[in-house]
């Protein structure tokens, strides 16, 4: 109760705040005749190492602290390597997230394993709802955010720069050694999806090295009516001018045959020749106001995606020891079998509790009604994407594995992990305890001692009861008791067994 009257009172204050001033672009454009660097890549130069890919889901501080308790479980599992050991967190290549889940997804991108340790303290702890609150109820808050074009969202990105950020910047983050990260908001006109990547910062010609970390992951969590929208300027038309499109834009959009082939890169090639306001373009896109990534992929998986099988692919290397690393793609390692062990793990902080909206004979009002359009939708949309990610695991799964797939990837192997709560188990009264409280926690800012201790223990229980989490440890030979052998090879077959 107390939870949604905080949500109720959060939203009644904040539309207030609704028409405050002018707009505020939180973007700086391109210097003319320049693009991005894309200074990290994937290392897929040790074939005895896992690849790990991550997708963090919304969900407020709830799935912050979930994706928090999981990377602090894999730090835990370590393996020897080159005469020394090596832990599974420092195996992950790619993170995607939105929302909630883009929280702790950046700050493990800057900070690496060593940062889990005062995430905790530094925003996990504090009562971050009852401070934004405060901030939104104080008149001086009023007239700062009107003297300087600001908006109620800047409150969310001030407090992460606070307790996490401190004004740091993509630059900080696009730097060797780094995970790949993708932070995803949706495009409030388009309901496009936009990663804040390198390669989508070259379609709207702006700066991605300036883009602050803390306004694009208030950017991936801009729940509607709630929050308001981030909002950024497109360049392309004012500093990028007769810049020549990439030719994968040309040849999707001109190929007679394109849009039947494959839709969805149809699609991704339109809405970048949009942005970049290229010959043809069906929208003209001068403004972007970017709202909750949840809104179009509450799993995030669609940065897993393009991370593979897109144009946005980020590079791998293969050859760290080149004098020159010559630079590939995920795809292509996958395809020469440089890659023997690949890990996807979808961490979904969805909470499913119960209400009475279906129980009763009167209409739901206005408040209720602002209840379903922040939450189902999240929630409903990722469907499909989920689909196409269960799609491609399969394809290779099919493909891996001795004489029976292709001879390229011959002896590879695929783990997919989910970690939600619905797979806790009824039939367990612990699990059943936990699945219960874990779906009655709050989508809020704030995470009570009491609900984070039931976060971390499911967080235990689903990754080591996963049998494809219990296979990647078995066939990395990391000891663990509650590995069982005949369970997890039932329950993740491999096309090689």
């Given at each position: 109760m107390?939870?949604?009257?905080?949500?109720?009172g959060?939203?009644?204050?904040?539309v207030?705040?609704?028409?405050?001033?002018?707009t505020?672009?939180?973007?700086?454009?391109?210097v003319?005749?320049?693009?991005?660097?894309?200074?990290?890549?994937v290392d897929?130069?040790?074939?005895?190492r896992?690849?790990i890919?991550?997708?963090?889901?919304?969900?407020?501080?709830r799935?912050?602290?979930?994706?928090?308790?999981v990377?602090?479980?894999?730090?835990?599992?370590?393996?020897?390597?080159?005469?020394?050991?090596r832990s599974?967190?420092?195996?992950i290549?790619?993170?995607?997230?939105?929302s909630?889940?883009?929280?702790?997804?950046?700050?493990?991108a800057?900070?690496?394993?060593?940062?889990?340790?005062?995430?905790?303290q530094?925003?996990l702890?504090?009562?971050?709802?009852?401070?934004?609150v405060?901030?939104?109820?104080n008149?001086?808050t009023w007239l700062?955010?009107?003297t300087r074009?600001?908006?109620r969202?800047?409150?969310?990105?001030?407090?992460?720069?606070?307790?996490?950020?401190?004004?740091?910047?993509f630059?900080?983050?696009?730097?060797p050694?780094?995970?790949?990260?993708?932070?995803?908001?949706t495009?409030?006109?388009?309901g496009?999806i936009f990663?804040?990547?390198p390669?989508?910062?070259?379609?709207?010609?702006?700066?991605?090295d300036?883009?602050?970390?803390?306004?694009?992951?208030?950017?991936s969590a801009?729940?509607?009516?709630?929050?308001?929208?981030?909002?950024?300027?497109?360049?392309?038309?004012?500093?990028?001018?007769?810049a020549t499109?990439?030719?994968w834009?040309?040849?999707?959009?001109?190929?007679?045959f394109?849009?039947?082939?494959?839709?969805?890169?149809f699609?991704?090639?339109?809405?970048?020749?949009?942005l970049?306001?290229?010959?043809?373009?069906?929208?003209?896109i001068?403004?972007?106001y970017?709202l909750?990534?949840?809104?179009?992929?509450?799993l995030?998986?669609?940065?897993?995606?393009?991370t593979?099988?897109?144009?946005?692919?980020?590079?791998?290397?293969?050859?760290?020891?080149?004098?020159v690393?010559?630079?590939?793609?995920m795809?292509?390692?996958?395809n020469?079998g440089?890659?023997?062990k690949?890990?996807?793990i979808?961490?979904?902080?969805?909470?499913?509790?119960?209400?009475?909206?279906?129980?009763?004979?009167?209409?739901p009002?206005?408040?209720?009604?602002i209840?379903?359009?922040?939450?189902?939708?999240?929630e409903?949309?990722?469907?499909?994407?989920?689909?196409?990610?269960d799609t491609?695991?399969?394809?290779?799964?099919s493909?891996?594995?001795g004489?029976?797939?292709?001879?390229?990837?011959?002896?590879?192997?695929?783990?997919?992990?989910?970690?939600?709560?619905?797979?806790?188990r009824a039939?367990?009264?612990?699990?059943r305890?936990l699945?219960?409280?874990?779906?009655?926690?709050?989508?809020?800012?704030?995470?009570?001692r009491?609900?984070?201790?039931?976060?971390?223990?499911?967080?235990?229980?689903l990754?080591?009861?996963?049998?494809?989490?219990?296979?990647?440890?078995?066939?990395?030979?990391i000891?663990?008791?509650?590995?069982?052998?005949?369970?997890?090879?039932?329950?993740?077959?491999?096309?090689?067994?």
């Amino acid at each position: 109760m107390f939870g949604r009257l905080m949500r109720l009172g959060w939203i009644a204050i904040l539309v207030a705040l609704a028409g405050c001033a002018s707009t505020r672009f939180v973007n700086q454009p391109l210097v003319q005749g320049q693009s991005n660097p894309e200074r990290r890549a994937v290392d897929v130069s040790h074939p005895e190492r896992p690849l790990i890919l991550v997708a963090v889901s919304g969900g407020g501080s709830r799935a912050a602290a979930l994706g928090w308790a999981v990377l602090r479980a894999l730090r835990d599992f370590r393996y020897p390597a080159a005469g020394q050991t090596r832990s599974l967190i420092d195996d992950i290549g790619v993170l995607s997230s939105v929302s909630g889940g883009s929280v702790i997804a950046a700050h493990f991108a800057l900070n690496g394993p060593q940062g889990l340790d005062r995430f905790e303290q530094d925003f996990l702890v504090p009562d971050n709802t009852r401070e934004l609150v405060l901030q939104a109820a104080n008149p001086l808050t009023w007239l700062r955010l009107a003297t300087r074009g600001s908006s109620r969202i800047d409150l969310v990105s001030e407090l992460f720069d606070r307790q996490l950020f401190s004004q740091k910047t993509f630059a900080e983050l696009n730097q060797p050694g780094k995970p790949y990260l993708i932070l995803n908001a949706t495009d409030m006109a388009t309901g496009e999806i936009f990663a804040f990547t390198p390669g989508r910062f070259n379609d709207i010609c702006a700066d991605f090295d300036q883009q602050p970390i803390s306004v694009s992951v208030a950017a991936s969590a801009a729940v509607p009516v709630i929050f308001s929208p981030v909002a950024m300027q497109n360049y392309s038309a004012t500093h990028c001018i007769g810049a020549t499109p990439p030719q994968w834009i040309r040849s999707r959009l001109n190929g007679k045959f394109a849009p039947y082939i494959n839709l969805s890169q149809f699609k991704l090639a339109r809405y970048a020749n949009d942005l970049r306001h290229g010959e043809g373009s069906l929208r003209k896109i001068d403004y972007l106001y970017l709202l909750d990534g949840g809104l179009a992929d509450n799993l995030a998986i669609h940065g897993l995606l393009e991370t593979m099988v897109s144009p946005y692919a980020a590079p791998a290397i293969v050859d760290f020891n080149a004098p020159v690393p010559p630079r590939g793609t995920m795809l292509q390692a996958l395809n020469t079998g440089q890659i023997k062990k690949l890990a996807v793990i979808v961490i979904n902080a969805r909470a499913d509790p119960d209400n009475t909206i279906s129980r009763t004979a009167t209409r739901p009002g206005i408040l209720g009604m602002i209840g379903s359009v922040t939450t189902i939708p999240l929630e409903s949309t990722t469907a499909s994407v989920s689909a196409q990610m269960d799609t491609l695991l399969s394809e290779l799964n099919s493909a891996g594995g001795g004489g029976a797939g292709d001879p390229q990837f011959a002896g590879m192997r695929v783990y997919g992990i989910q970690i939600d709560f619905d797979l806790l188990r009824a039939s367990e009264p612990r699990q059943r305890d936990l699945r219960e409280k874990a779906n009655a926690i709050p989508t809020l800012w704030t995470i009570t001692r009491e609900n984070l201790d039931v976060i971390r223990e499911s967080a235990t229980v689903l990754l080591q009861q996963h049998p494809c989490f219990q296979r990647l440890l078995g066939d990395m030979n990391i000891a663990a008791k509650f590995v069982d052998r005949s369970y997890a090879t039932t329950g993740c077959p491999q096309t090689a067994d």
